[in-house]
């Protein structure tokens, strides 16, 4: 994939070589079409502050030793205005348990820990002193799994229930996580500068 000065640098980390059309391709492993090898749990060197307008990465963050520094990283070479789409394993997906090499799990308020306070939602406001890095979290959704027929006629129902609004999908993770298991989280932010 060329780019020229004018052309959007986006990025598809972690992507295992099947890389999201129109994305450069990112991972630790020199699998075929992966574009750049890059150690996730290092600086992205190779990519200047504010060069990058869209950042995608699915089921890749729960394998990263060092979340923190990489997303300062993600915050540091994104644009102003860069589209941030992070795909991660819900806490409450029994099968993300098995993965060898996972070492985290996210839920309704992990990303929360990098927005300012008066940006975050509801009543319960997470501590950010852990990071300077912001971001702005635009949307977030909690999708379920449709392994059998019983999920593919329910899980269309209570997933527009659960995502109807940020109080649902709270009360969904505080009282019917343990019951009715998620399989992904999907965030949607965009880095504060």
């Not at 060069?51 to 990263?64: C, F, G, M, P, W």
Request: net charge positive.
């Amino acid at each position: 994939m060329k780019t020229t000065p004018r052309t959007p640098i986006k990025l598809d980390l972690g992507s295992g070589g099947s890389r999201k059309e129109g994305y450069y391709s990112v991972d630790h492993i020199g699998l075929k079409g992966v574009d750049i090898i890059a150690d996730l749990n290092k600086p992205l060197e190779l990519f200047p502050d504010n060069s990058v307008s869209h950042i995608y990465t699915r089921h890749t963050l729960e394998h990263i030793d060092n979340l923190l520094p990489l997303l300062q990283e993600i915050w540091r070479i994104s644009k102003h205005n860069a589209k941030i789409e992070i795909i991660v394993p819900h806490f409450s997906n029994v099968f993300a348990y098995s993965g060898p090499t996972h070492v985290r799990f996210f839920g309704l308020y992990t990303m929360f820990y990098f927005v300012s306070p008066e940006n975050q939602p509801s009543k319960r406001k997470v501590p950010t002193f852990y990071s300077d890095t912001r971001f702005y979290v635009d949307s977030l959704r909690i999708q379920f799994y449709r392994l059998n027929v019983f999920d593919r006629v329910f899980v269309p129902i209570f997933s527009k229930l659960v995502n109807s609004c940020f109080f649902s999908q709270e009360f969904y993770e505080r009282r019917l996580s343990g019951i009715f298991r998620a399989w992904q989280i999907t965030y949607i932010m965009r880095p504060q500068k």
